[in-house]
Nanobody, 123 residues
Framework: QEQLVESGGGSVQAGGSLRLSCARSGFPYNPHCMAWFRQAPGKGLEGVARIDSANGLRYADFGAGRFAISQDNTKNTLYLQMNSLKPEDTAMYFC?????????????????WGRGAQVTVSS
């Protein structure tokens, strides 16, 4: 059974860094599209970054220059390096997978989701 498990969340002061990991298991082959989403308290899910085996990397405007998505297929793990964190980055961060190529930020396009990792940034 396909599974995504996030780790690496925590509390950090503004300006600090965190690296999230997402370990996947049970997939018949490497998903073509992996992504990070986040949900702040009282808000909906929003795309953070995605990586596509054919079309490369995409970032939400708020993460460009601060966040970096990467993956190690030998370890079946997706990463999100977050630098220069701001209080407005406080959210639950979710890993998501789509077996075919990325089609954008619509959450309905991702069939597999982790349970999330909490990131809290204090001022």
């Amino acid at each position: 059974q396909e599974q995504l498990v996030e780790s690496g969340g925590g509390s950090v002061q503004a300006g600090g860094s965190l690296r999230l990991s997402c370990a996947r298991s049970g997939f018949p082959y490497n998903p073509h599209c992996m992504a990070w989403f986040r949900q702040a308290p009282g808000k909906g899910l929003e795309g953070v970054a995605r990586i596509d085996s054919a079309n490369g990397l995409r970032y939400a405007d708020f993460g460009a220059g601060r966040f970096a998505i990467s993956q190690d297929n030998t370890k079946n793990t997706l990463y999100l390096q977050m630098n220069s964190l701001k209080p407005e980055d406080t959210a639950m961060y979710f890993c998501a997978a789509r077996m075919w190529y990325c089609t954008g930020w619509s959450t309905s396009g991702y069939a597999y989701w982790g349970r999330g990792a909490q990131v809290t940034v204090s001022s």
